[in-house]
Nanobody
């Protein structure tokens, strides 16, 4: 089992920045993919970014590429999402997720992920 806890959300003005953190406990994150997703009210959960813990490959949705950066601190068993130039329509609950070590499938789909945090609210004011 992997327990994930997100933090770092809050209220920010459009154009501002936030850094989300995801602290993992229970099992090592090695050989997994860690992802960030977001869900706005009344909308489906969307992929934001992911990182392969072992290989370091990163993946981003087109809408955040160039503005968001996903990173890890393996010593701390943590994953981060640096979000710059935030837009009002990016207001959502942001979730951290982890796959099983032996995962198979696309990192862009939430069905790949077996463990989820409780989410952290990000509100971007105009």
């Amino acid at each position: 089992q992997v327990h994930l806890v997100e933090s770092g959300g809050g209220l920010v003005q459009a154009g501002g920045s936030l850094r989300l953190s995801c602290a993992a406990s229970g099992r090592t994150l090695s050989s997994r993919v860690m992802g960030w997703f977001r869900q706005a009210p009344g909308k489906k959960r969307d992929f934001v970014a992911a990182i392969s813990i072992s290989g370091g490959s990163t993946y981003y949705s087109d809408s955040v590429k160039g503005r968001f950066t996903i990173s890890t601190d393996n010593a701390k068993n943590a994953v981060y999402l640096q979000m710059n130039s935030l837009k009002p329509d990016e207001t959502a609950v942001y979730y951290c997720a982890a796959t099983l070590p032996a995962y198979s499938g696309s990192v862009y789909y939430d069905t790949l992920y077996s463990y989820w945090g409780q989410g952290t609210q990000v509100t971007v004011s105009s």
